[in-house]
Each structure stands twice: as C-alpha cells, then as structure tokens.
C-alpha cells in the first residue's frame, strides 16, 4: 500500500529561521505531490504542488518545494519564516494515471513560530 | 473561502442518533470527497464520487453512508456511531479530466459521539 511519511511530527523554530519539512512516499509510479496548510481554526489549503517539469515548485507565501524522484521526496522549504506561518502542514500524494483518484495524505507536522 | 461549505460545523451526537452531515460545492467540480480526521492521525479517505457514482469506499463502516443526489451536494448519513467516531470530517472536490487535480477542501464539522 501507498504510504506518505512526514518525519517531523511537531517543529518549532523562532521568526527568520529557515524551514525544511521532509515528505517521503513509498509509491515507485508516476505521481502527482501536493503540499497543504491547516492554519488553526481554518481549512486545508494547498500550498504548492508538482505534476511535471521543473522539479522545484514555487507556492504561496514565499515556500518551495523540491522533488527528487531518485529519493522518492517533496520536501518543503521557507528560507525566513514568520510567525505567521505557523499551522499545521501535510503531504499529499496522487498516484497518476490511475482509478483512485483521492489523496494519500502524510500525517502532518505542527509547526509552531515564535516571535 | 474555498467554495466548499460543510454544515453543521459542530455536531454531539449521541451513540443512538442518526444525523446527517452536508457537504456543498459552488466551483462547478464533478468529483467529491469525504475524509476523516483524527487527532495525531493521518487524513483517511472515506469515500470517493465522481459524477455521482461512488467510485471509492474505503473500507468504511456501513454506520457511515454517503449519498450524492447531484454533482453539487454530498451528504453523510451517521447512525449508531461509536465514541471513536469522533473527529473532523472533512469534504472536499476536485475537477477531474482537468489535468489539475487539486483538491478544494470545507472547513470540516467537528463531530463528538457522547
């Protein structure tokens, strides 16, 4: 079964840190890889997202995300962040081509900014 | 906003009950979702429906029933629910065809199961 690992449950780092939050799949097809956010008390909503090309995607607020296939990874990064920013964060993977067309989801990482 | 609005957005539900939760979609999608969340648990997938079928139902139990009457509205029906029942239930839709796939998610109903 597909599985999506986020290795970092609960992260905490001070405003102009740099961040990088690991994703890691186990699928060996195509995919397609998305990152969302769930500030608190909002809902989900993407970030970035990979289906082809350029593997260092660019998202909203100033983060990126690279995939390298070889390492079956889509790790997220933010080179200054701010207290803002802090909400819960998660992977997701969509094999492509497939019949299932839902998201496989990691199980999140808290990320906490302190002022 | 997201275009996707859920009702009721909190909900205690005795073990006895039947409730309904409502899902409703203005982007014009023709996919729909239903996922669960738990606390320290990743999102599961309930259940899938693309054009008003049910296409995916994963593994979910018959306490929980979906229904899609037409590609703008998804409901799940909840009946005889246990204690771990509760959690955030999340909709969610898609465009499937679009080559984009995104998904566009509620803000969920917190559910508690007394």
């Known amino acids: 079964a597909q599985s999506v690992s986020q290795h970092n449950h609960h992260v905490i780092l001070s405003e102009a840190a740099s961040l990088e939050l690991g994703c890691n799949y186990s699928?060996?097809?195509?995919?397609?890889l998305f990152w969302y956010v769930q500030y608190p008390g909002q809902h989900l909503q993407l970030l970035l997202k990979?289906?082809?090309?350029?593997?260092l995607v660019k998202g909203i607020k100033g983060f990126e995300a690279e995939f390298i296939k070889s390492k079956f990874s889509f790790n997220l990064r933010k080179p200054s962040v701010q207290w803002s920013d802090t909400a819960e964060y998660f992977c997701?993977?969509?094999?492509?081509?497939?019949?299932?067309?839902?998201?496989?989801f990691g199980s999140g990482t808290r990320l906490q900014v302190q002022p | 906003e997201t275009g996707v609005t859920q009702t009721p957005r909190h909900l205690v539900m005795g073990m006895t009950n039947k409730k309904s939760l409502k899902c409703e979609q203005h982007?014009?999608?023709?996919?729909m979702y239903w996922y669960k969340q738990s606390a320290k648990k990743p999102l599961e997938l309930m259940f899938v429906?693309?054009?008003?079928?049910?296409?995916e139902n994963n593994s979910v139990p018959s306490r929980f029933s979906p229904e899609c009457p037409n590609s703008s509205h998804l409901f799940l029906h909840l009946h005889t629910l246990q204690p771990e029942d509760s959690a955030l239930y999340l909709c969610?839709?898609?465009?499937?065809?679009?080559?984009?796939?995104?998904?566009?998610f509620g803000p969920g109903t917190r559910l508690t199961v007394t």
């Open positions: 990979y289906f082809s090309g350029d593997p």
């Open positions: 982007l014009g999608h023709n996919a």
């Open positions: 429906y693309s054009l008003e079928e049910r296409v």
């Open positions: 969610a839709s898609s465009q499937e065809g679009a080559g984009s796939y995104e998904q566009y």
């Open positions: 699928y060996g097809g195509t995919v397609n």
């Open positions: 997701a993977v969509r094999r492509y081509r497939t019949g299932r067309r839902a998201l496989t």
